[in-house]
């Protein structure tokens, strides 16, 4: 009896069975990656000195519209800062901005896009390259990415960091940072608006003083 004829097949069959299983341990089986989600920031933090409504930019934030959010964040600054009309915010309207309103725009900003914009942000940068004045512009612009035009931004990755929000100005901002004095007072106006309050000091009474009791006659 023949017994390599039986053999051979069965030599394979362990061999096909041996490749196989070294295979699948080779490549494990993969997870599907979960969607980036971010939670929603609550409602009752969205705090406004002017009394208006953010829930809007949020919404647009929230859906990664950063574009849309960039033109709403810009009308919302200019009306905060009561230049609506004007169209555009100098150093002068940055030094007394609501604080409430810019605190709001800038952790919606920071939230939503993980740290990537946001009004602190792009104030951090024109700290780290010494800005002054208008000389340091042209630097700035470079690093946040205005000096190259991107019409639609659906990507936080499209575009550097401190791209976002643009310059407040009519037309739902725009991407120049001028003479520079308005981001140059940014950082200043964050610090103060950041700080925590200074307990009011309570006023002390005058202390008083005794009565003056009229001393009695001696009897005579």
Known sequence: MNFHRFLLPIALTTATLILTLS??????ATKPAKPFTIPQTPIETLKSDRLLDYEPLQGLLR???WSEAAAVTSTLMLKAGSQLEQGYLVEANIRYF???DLLTVDKLWRYYSGNRFGLSIQSNIWVSIDGKNEKDVPRFERRVGWNQIVDNVTDRGQVPAGYF?????SGGGVTEAWSGKWIAEMPKRLVACQAPPKPATKLKAP?????????KAPKK
């Open 165 to 169: 929000p643009l310059r407040p100005a």
């Open 98 to 100: 609501p604080c409430n």
């Open 63 to 65: 859906s990664g519209k």
């Open 207 to 215: 202390k008083k003083k005794p009565a003056i009791v009229p001393s």
């Open 23 to 28: 295979s699948a341990q080779a490549k494990p």
